[in-house]
């Protein structure tokens, strides 16, 4: 397994949590089992992980809880 970011080889599983945009909504998904790399913390998900996400994601759900989140802009130099 080599890392998509860095091309470091040393992973370690772990959970973590993702932000997707569905349909312009901002959704957090926490627990999701990953193998994080080493050096630089990017995350891999297995196939299987992917796809019960992107489920999840987009069928119809309730929410565990309801967040407020600060957006910031990234201002190029
Ligand atoms: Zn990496």
Redesign the pocket.
């Known amino acids: 397994m080599i890392?998509d970011?860095?091309g470091?080889t040393g992973f370690h599983s772990a959970e973590v949590a993702r932000t997707f945009t569905v349909e312009g909504k901002l959704v957090v998904v926490e627990g999701i089992p990953a193998e994080v790399?080493d050096?630089?913390d990017?995350p891999s998900f297995t196939a299987d992980v992917a796809e019960r996400l992107r489920r999840l994601v987009h069928e119809p759900h309730q929410p565990d809880r309801i967040i407020q989140a600060e957006v910031l802009h990234f201002h190029a130099a």
């Open positions: 890392c970011v860095c470091s790399c050096r630089c990017a």
